[in-house]
């Protein structure tokens, strides 16, 4: 069995994060040594001596530019696909692996034939007893976030449970999966391309897990940058489209264009309005349009599973301690959730 590790490195990232995250890997309970890809984004002379000396067993793949999380991810993952590994851990540089962690998600992996990503279960570093995610949620117009992030994590999970979508931070992922639905989505860039990659997994017949045996501590932390808006409105509506069935864009779009009424409110009150303008302004530029005609051709080219049968694992709320709001949590979330419940009902009654 070949099993390879993606570790993606943009700048002083490395000097920050490598030490912990590469010793977890050394001291792993496992006899399948896996190999260490490490992708240096915008290297220099001085970050590559850096990773030579600080990871000499590790292949290192420099680019000149940062190409983004979603491209640095890939560069590696093409490699280990045309080399014929069975399996790939996409494993973020400021996390760390429990010493029984690749084996509980290759359990899993060779367990059930059909999963194409299995997530470890990610708790917070240095609170190890708060979680950061036991999956992640997809809301039915695009969001996606964390489930149950900083709630205590305090009951025994033996078994794996379905979710919409893996996080990126640690994933496992099945090289025959990824040969059908394809990498990441490189025009995402940053956000979003595992919620892509999920949703394209489950219209193919795959499903996404998440391990609770298998445990990963990530030193995460909310930004609230100006450029992160624009990259998560963007892909969050770039994603319903490409994935979406038409009667689902038909029955959801009065919903997506309520919230992008409500966000442009939001975003201009909160100092965002800017970045929020210009994800418009790139699905309207026509430029983009051939990209987003083959996106969604793509997409819906590897679909075996009809929506009715994906969408229960969507949800019609928001739930996530970062972004809480009263407006949120009493008048939004139950407007969209009563929606969603109507649409699911649609879609499952015409069986698309």
Known sequence: ??????????????????????????????????????????????SMAYLQAAA??????????????????????????????????????DASLAPNALVELVSVAENIQKAGAIQARLMLDPERKLINSVGNATHFLGFGYCLRYREKYDEVLAESVDIAYPSGACVLLRSSALKTVGLFDEEFWMYNEDQDLGWRLWLAGYTCLMA?????????????????????ERNRLIAAWKNYS???????????????????????????????FKAWLYLFNPQHWPYLREARKSAQTVRQVPDYKILPLFSGR???????????????????????????????????
Not at 4 to 21: H, T
């Open 212 to 232: 609770p045996s298998a445990v990963a501590y990530h030193q995460y932390e909310f930004s609230r940058s100006q450029s992160k808006y624009y990259w998560m």
């Open 318 to 352: 928001i739930w996530y301690q970062e972004i809480d709001h009263p407006l949120l949590r009493y008048a939004a979330n139950p407007i969209f959730s009563a929606y969603f419940s109507i649409g699911k009902m649609i879609i499952k009654a015409l069986k698309q």
């Open 1 to 46: 069995m070949k099993i390879g590790i993606v570790l993606v490195n943009y700048k002083d990232y490395a000097e920050r994060f490598l030490a912990p995250c590469l010793e977890s890997i050394r001291t792993l309970d496992t006899e399948i040594k896996p190999d260490i890809f490490i992708v240096d984004n915008a290297s220099t002379a001085e």
């Open 246 to 276: 038409a009667l689902s864009l038909l029955l959801f779009f009065p919903a997506l264009l309520a919230m992008e009424i409500g966000m442009s409110f939001f975003s201009i009150r909160s100092g965002w309005f800017k970045e929020k």
């Open 56 to 93: 000499p067993e590790a292949r290192l793949i420099l680019n000149i530019n940062n190409d983004g999380f979603a491209k640095g991810n890939n560069d590696a993952m093409r490699v280990m696909l045309e080399e014929g590994y069975d399996y790939i851990l996409l494993l973020n540089m």
